[in-house]
């Protein structure tokens, strides 16, 4: 089976259209015969894709660093929860579980592992398939900010052309890496 890391928020944020795509990712990706793999939560916009994901049959795995548990409150209903001691090792265990990453809308952390990731696969650590789901245009900021890094000279255009963007989960899962 092909597991799918989601990044999203631990808060749900100010769109319904957010939530509704969470619970869609969560849904979407069991349909395609994914495992989900996040970050571990009840809480915020992770579980509601974990949610979504057990309610429509997926195996879901969560990553959460010990000191986290309360915060986020680890959820009860996993297929497995691995405990961490910390964020490095949180997204160390996911690079390995996941055969490719999706980010949803989020704050810091969301934004740290998605940028961890990427800089992985430009440095050639990580050949997995990296992917934005562009929800209400939350991530036009961001990608504005990589595409004056690439006319600054600081980013190859090619990293910015290699990452996956989809609007909507319906447009993110057909696409030919959610194929069987």
Not at 27 to 40: D, S, T
Not at 41 to 48: A, E, R, S, T
Not at 74 to 94: D, T
């Amino acid at each position: 089976m092909k597991r799918l890391c989601v990044f999203c928020g631990a808060r749900t944020g100010g769109r319904t259209e957010y939530a509704e795509a969470a619970a869609a990712v969560g849904q979407g990706l069991a349909r395609a015969g994914w495992g989900l793999v996040y970050g571990g939560g009840q809480v915020g916009l992770m579980g509601l894709v974990a949610d979504a994901a057990l309610a429509a049959g997926a195996e879901v795995t969560g990553i959460l660093p010990t000191f986290l548990d309360r915060r986020e409150i680890a959820h009860p209903g996993l297929h497995r929860m691995e405990h961490v001691g910390s964020l490095f090792e949180r997204k160390s265990s996911m690079m390995q579980l996941a055969d490719a990453f999706l980010a949803l809308p989020g704050g810091i952390g969301t934004l740290d592992e998605l940028l961890e990731v990427v800089a992985w696969r430009q440095l050639g650590q990580c050949e997995k398939p990296v992917m934005l789901l562009n929800t209400a245009r939350y991530f036009d900021p961001w990608l504005e900010a990589m595409n004056q890094a690439v006319r600054e000279g600081f980013l190859d255009q090619q990293e910015l052309e290699r990452l996956i963007i989809a609007a909507t989960p319906s447009e993110l899962f057909a696409r030919p890496e959610f194929s069987a």
